[in-house]
């Protein structure tokens, strides 16, 4: 089986970008791979953070994976920093990596400029920790949304330049080469209010992502509030009318009905009937998994269990890699 590695942040909540770009295609595609996902909490700390609300996010996010239907008899479930070795693969792959292709990063660009005096050098440094993320796995796939793709090219320029430096003429392979798994459809989920924008956790209005965990109540005046247009009917992929594609892209994905049938079947409709039946479908897909997300948060020794084990799969997995990396670098093993 391919083997496939992809995580999520524990900052906040998450919202439907993270389920319908990524956990829901994990979920889809889990029993075809061998998987490892992971909750990427070092990544977490490269902003300013406070310690206890990372305790407790990555704690829910390790639950809502469960919640949405990973297995965690298919898929190994694990803490970031419950492996060791992601920091020392990062220390030696930073090593090995130019500091401008770094700079270059646009998300790293984006966030120095909001950061302001608070850069770290973590910041700077979060591509190379997520590159020894799915290098240390041997991952064929990384399943994410498309604003992954410039970390994940990163990535692959990594790998690249480790093998050219150290991969004892090509005799030795350390690293796989991984594969970006994008969901064609939703790739990208834009915000409730304004569809020129991704829907992310670190917006500062609420209003503009749907939450996994956000009550009935909640999506319902979220989806009313909504921003929408004056033009008559619905479509796809109408680059004047971003926000009409985007609650058209948020039902595919959620109910899984193919585009043209959507298309079609809107083509006459308003705005207050994509919102009705949107609401509808949100509600029916996320009610389950807040009911089992509940359950799980309310004796976490089974979430723990599950993280237990994750961890110690990936830590055989992880620390062959890495050994195997030390040693082509020439670091001095005692055998
Ligand atoms: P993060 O935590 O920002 O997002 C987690 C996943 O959700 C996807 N996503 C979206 N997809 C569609 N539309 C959106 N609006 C949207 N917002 C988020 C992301 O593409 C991602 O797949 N750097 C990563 C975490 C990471 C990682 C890794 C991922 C660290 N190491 C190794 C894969 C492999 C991040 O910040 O994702």
């Known amino acids: 089986k391919l083997r496939v590695l992809s995580g999520v942040q524990p900052t906040g909540t998450l919202h439907l970008g993270n389920y319908l770009g990524a956990i829901q295609q994990w979920v889809k595609n889990q029993d ?32 809502l994976y469960l919640a949405c239907g990973l297995d965690p008899k298919t898929s190994s479930i694990f803490l970031q920093s419950h492996v060791p070795a992601h920091a020392e693969l990062t220390w030696l792959l930073n090593c090995a990596t130019p500091i401008g292709w770094l700079e270059r990063m646009v998300q790293y660009k984006e966030k120095a400029r909001k950061a302001g005096e608070n850069v ?33 090219e990163l990535a692959r320029n990594i790998r690249g330049r480790f093998k050219n430096l150290y991969d004892k003429r090509g005799k030795r392979r ?26 992310s956790k670190s917006d500062e209005s609420d209003n503009s992502r749907i939450n996994l965990l956000d009550p009935p109540d909640v999506i ?17 992929d109408n680059p004047e009318r971003p926000e009409c594609n985007n609650l058209l892209t948020i039902y595919q994905g959620v109910t899984g009905i193919p585009k043209e049938d959507i298309a079609a079947e809107f083509a006459d409709s308003n705005f207050g009937t994509i919102k009705k ?32 084990n994750g961890a110690e799969r990936a830590n055989s997995v992880a620390s062959d890699t890495l050994a195997k990396a030390q040693s082509s670098m020439g670091f001095v093993t005692l055998d």
């Open 220 to 236: 319902a005046r979220k989806i009313k509030r909504c921003k929408t247009d004056s033009i008559a009917g619905l479509q796809f």
């Open 174 to 199: 350390v690293f796989k080469e991984p594969k970006t798994l994008l969901q064609k459809d939703v790739a990208r989920v834009m915000a409730l209010d304004d569809g020129t924008k991704k829907m």
């Open 32 to 63: 075809k791979f061998d998987n490892f996902f992971t909750i990427v909490d070092l990544h977490a700390i490269t902003l300013p953070h406070d310690p206890k609300a990372l305790r407790q996010s990555s704690m829910t996010t390790a639950a």
């Open 120 to 152: 770290s050098v973590g910041l700077l440094d979060y591509p190379v920790l997520m590159a020894a993320d799915i290098l240390l796995y041997q991952a064929d796939l990384v399943p994410v949304g498309d604003d992954q793709n410039q970390h994940l």
């Open 277 to 308: 039946v949107l609401t509808e479908a949100l509600v029916e897909k996320l009610t389950p998994i807040q009911t089992t997300y509940g359950e799980l948060m309310e004796d976490q020794t089974y979430l723990k269990q599950v993280l237990r």
